[in-house]
């Protein structure tokens, strides 16, 4: 039975390329937070543009799961990929991951936290995702539906040999044209594009890796808080080296 892949990540991990990455696959039909309404009206979180993304959005987390799962049933030539945030996934049912190939996407938080702060000022470890990915990560593991992690660093690094990877894992045909795409919006990008998709609308491809050296002292604290998970998640990342992949 085919299943959707669902990518698990945190904001500001190169998410959204790696979507855009997946769309030049034929066969796969890429999908744009569907929970983020739910997380909106259940959190009641303060983000850009709340109120047009619940007015675009069905806000019941658990009927949009069992809506694209039977969508998937239908349309079994086409597989979806679903680019979801960890953090959506907030008083939910999560029996619905025993039906799906799921990844990880994860960032160092000494290069995420800067960017993430610029939309969430008062951003917090929950709106990271980190903790959410590691319990997830944990759990899908312990029930024998071993999930996949990415880092975007290691992404970045060598995006052909960590992509080739992936879909061996996942059971897709990769193809170099994962690699690039034409710059601009994409039809699939959620009403919430103009406040977050500023720098890969004007992307054409994986940009390549540049390590930051500076960081804002006043995030110290909260990078306190992150670095204990994402080093967890990161001990089993897949790997830019082709013969340094994580097992």
Not at 103 to 124: W, Y
Not at 199 to 208: C, D, L, M, Q, R
């Amino acid at each position: 039975m085919t299943t959707p892949v669902c990518l698990w990540s945190g904001p500001r991990n190169v998410s959204t390329a790696l979507m855009y990455g997946f769309a030049q696959l034929a066969g796969i039909r890429v999908i744009d937070e569907p929970l983020y309404g739910h997380y909106l009206r259940v959190s009641g979180a303060e983000h850009p543009g709340r109120e047009d993304v619940m007015k675009a959005l069905d806000c019941d987390g658990d009927a949009v799961m069992q809506k694209l799962l039977l969508q998937q049933a239908k349309e079994p030539g086409e597989r979806l990929f679903i680019k979801h945030m960890a953090h959506h996934l907030l008083e939910m049912d999560l029996g619905f991951l025993s039906s799906t190939s799921n990844v990880f996407l994860v960032r160092d938080p000494r290069e995420m936290l800067p960017s993430l702060t610029i939309q969430l000022p008062s951003a917090g470890l929950y709106d990271t995702g980190l903790r959410q990915q590691w319990e997830l990560f944990a759990d899908l593991s312990q029930a024998g539906r071993q999930p996949v992690i990415l880092d975007s660093r290691e992404l970045l690094l060598n995006p052909a040999v960590v992509l080739r990877e992936l879909c061996r894992r996942l059971d897709i045909r990769f193809s170099p044209d994962m690699l690039s795409w034409p710059p601009g919006t994409r039809v699939e990008d959620g009403v919430w594009a103009p406040h977050w998709y500023h720098a890969v609308h004007k992307s054409t491809g994986f940009a390549p890796y540049e390590e930051k050296t500076e960081f804002p002292e006043h995030l110290r604290p909260l990078l306190d808080d992150c670095v204990p998970w994402y080093e967890k998640l990161y001990h089993h990342a897949l790997r830019a080296s082709a013969t340094g992949e994580s097992t």
